[in-house]
């Protein structure tokens, strides 16, 4: 059964750090991993999504790493704004059979001017 | 392109009540998911839909839940009757075919006294 941990829980930073979340996973046998952000009260929204086959996917500030046989991916977010607070999940989806997504508990970012 | 949409945003019944939710997907994605996170724990799959077919609905925690999604648009959910440990956010989410990216609505809370 795939279980997917995300590490620290919580993260508080002053604006213009730079920072990595983190993100395991106990089944290596992926098919994609995604990562989201979700706002207070706000559905989620999909931040990147990396192939198997991928190693790194980057857009703007952001950029996700993924090691497949080791189950972990990282999320780095270059000079954090207070824009960037919110909740960072991962998700994964398995290779086989079906399409669900199965999601860790989240990182809470809160970035302070 | 609108997104997805989910109707109501908020929810609140008394146990034993009945209570349906809505999903409208993305026009033209065949692929329909509904997952919910209820308090302090992971979002989880719930279950899945090719057009007007149920995929996998081994997420589906009991047969007080009923998904339909007639004529293969929008979907409903209905919880009936519902009980306090209903309580949580459920989302939906929908996905083209070919494309690997589900993409979210803003979930609707549901308050079960």
């Known amino acids: 059964k795939q279980e997917v941990t995300q590490i620290p829980a919580a993260l508080s930073v002053p604006e213009g750090e730079n920072l990595v979340l983190n993100c395991s996973f106990t089944d290596s046998a992926i098919y994609n991993l995604q990562w989201f952000r979700q706002d207070p009260g706000k559905g989620l929204t999909s931040l990147l999504l990396?192939?198997?086959?991928?190693r790194e996917q980057t857009s703007g500030r952001l950029n996700a790493s993924l090691d497949k046989s080791s189950g972990r991916s990282t999320l780095y977010i270059a000079a954090s704004q207070p824009g960037d607070s919110a909740t960072y999940l991962c998700?994964?989806?398995?290779?086989?059979?079906?399409?669900?997504?199965?999601f860790g508990t989240g990182t809470r970012l809160l970035v302070s001017p | 392109e609108a997104g997805v949409t989910q109707f109501p945003s908020h929810s609140v019944i008394e146990k034993g009540q009945t209570v349906t939710l809505r999903c409208d997907p993305i026009?033209?994605?065949?692929?329909l998911y509904w997952y919910r996170r209820v308090m302090g724990k992971e979002i989880k799959f719930l279950l899945h839909f090719v057009k007007e077919s149920k995929q996998d609905e081994s997420g589906m925690p009991n047969n007080r839940f009923l998904a339909e999604r007639t004529g293969g648009t929008y979907s409903t959910l209905k919880v009936q009757p519902a009980e306090l440990e209903d309580s949580g956010v459920y989302f939906c989410?929908?996905?083209?075919?070919?494309?690997?990216?589900?993409?979210f609505g803003p979930g609707t809370r549901l308050t079960v006294t």
């Open positions: 998700a994964v989806r398995r290779n086989t059979g079906f399409q669900k997504l199965v």
């Open positions: 989410a929908s996905r083209p075919r070919g494309n690997y990216e589900q993409y």
């Open positions: 990396i192939q198997s086959s991928q």
């Open positions: 026009s033209g994605h065949d692929n």
